[in-house]
């Protein structure tokens, strides 16, 4: 669905994912949900909420992942 949306936890990410790359990926998605590159001036307010509550879902998702074998992958390298 959205191919500019990288994904965000290891072994892809090399590290936990900041709050910049996150935003980003929300962002990259409420702009395809939407239609809208950047929403019209009477759509910013909810456009900004739902950038704002996908980051934090995606948050507490990397957050909660159990990766298995991504602790011994990056022991081994």
């Given at each position: 669905?959205?191919?500019?949306?990288?994904?965000?936890?290891?072994?892809?990410?090399?590290?936990?994912?900041?709050?910049?790359?996150?935003?980003?990926?929300?962002?990259?998605?409420?702009?395809?949900?939407?239609?809208?590159?950047?929403?019209?001036?009477?759509?910013?307010?909810?456009?900004?909420r739902a950038v704002d509550a996908i980051a934090e879902?995606?948050?507490?998702?990397?957050?909660?992942?159990?990766?298995?074998?991504?602790?011994?992958?990056?022991?081994?390298?």
């Amino acid at each position: 669905m959205c191919r500019s949306i990288k994904t965000l936890r290891p072994p892809a990410l090399p590290e936990e994912a900041t709050e910049d790359e996150i935003r980003a990926a929300a962002l990259q998605y409420v702009r395809k949900v939407s239609g809208f590159r950047a929403p019209a001036a009477h759509n910013r307010e909810v456009f900004d909420r739902a950038v704002d509550a996908i980051a934090e879902a995606t948050a507490q998702l990397l957050d909660g992942l159990e990766v298995r074998g991504a602790s011994a992958a990056r022991q081994a390298g």
